[in-house]
């Protein structure tokens, strides 16, 4: 039978990797977030060398997964975690390919900074920032709903999805108007519309995340948009 000193060192070294795991995603999130925030600035101003930037340190945001992913692994294997626990550490290992996967959509965008500055170029395509700030935001915000496993805020990122997805619809409409008016504005709004789907699927991955924050919060399934406020509201009577 374990002494009691012997106990409160395992859940002390528990404590230490399951924080040292939420530090990683943490980590990692705020280099997404950086690498969106870069990316749309890079795009607006035309910047090619920030792009460049942009496009190389996606390695390091590749090299935090994998590290996030063997720390999990390990704690998984070694710590056997249960209930909230064992929910946490799956959650983290999810998040942290969701978060590669939205850090590669903003390196596509870095990409098509230098292609843009030698095509023809278009009246400015105002709900584009709009859309990239509004998604910028819903990072932003699900970071910290993941840092403070705050299921509440996790449900009110998720709630924005439909009005990025409206933006990318309206965008979508203005640009292939402009490919119908002008056959020699198409590349350059195809390349618009790859940006915007980027943006659009960033958007989606931040609500994926939203959904497993509320998840390993409160072990349920985060109820959907349309009925969530009435839901949320009766679970604090």
Do not use: W
Not at 37 to 62: F, G, Q
Not at 209 to 229: D, L, S
């Amino acid at each position: 039978m374990k002494k009691a000193s012997e106990i409160g060192h395992t859940v002390k070294a528990f404590d230490e990797d399951l924080g040292g795991l939420r530090a990683l995603i943490c980590e990692m999130g705020g280099m997404t977030e950086i690498a969106l925030t870069s990316t749309l600035e890079a795009l607006i101003h035309s910047n090619k060398e920030l792009a460049a930037k942009i496009v190389e340190n996606d390695k390091e945001i590749d090299a935090l997964e994998m590290e996030a992913e063997r720390v999990a692994m390990r704690i998984i294997s070694l710590r056997a975690p249960l209930a909230d626990d064992l929910r946490d550490v799956i959650a983290a290992m999810k998040i942290s390919g969701i978060l590669e996967r939205m850090a590669d959509y903003a390196k596509n965008i870095a990409k098509r900074v230098p292609i843009l500055q030698n095509m023809v170029s278009i009246h400015p395509v105002p709900v584009l920032p709009v859309m990239g700030e509004m998604v910028s935001e819903m990072v932003r915000n699900v970071l910290d709903a993941y840092a403070a496993r705050d299921p509440k805020k996790a449900f009110h990122v998720a709630e924005y999805d439909m009005e990025v997805d409206g933006l990318y619809n309206n965008l979508f409409r203005i640009l292939l108007t402009y490919m119908m008016e002008d056959s020699g504005r198409i590349s350059t709004c195809i390349h618009l519309m790859f940006i915007a789907k980027n943006l659009e699927r960033i958007g989606d991955h931040a609500t994926n995340i939203a959904e497993m924050v509320y998840f390993a919060a409160t072990g349920k399934q985060m109820p959907e948009r349309t009925r969530g406020k009435d839901l949320l509201a009766s679970e604090d009577n």
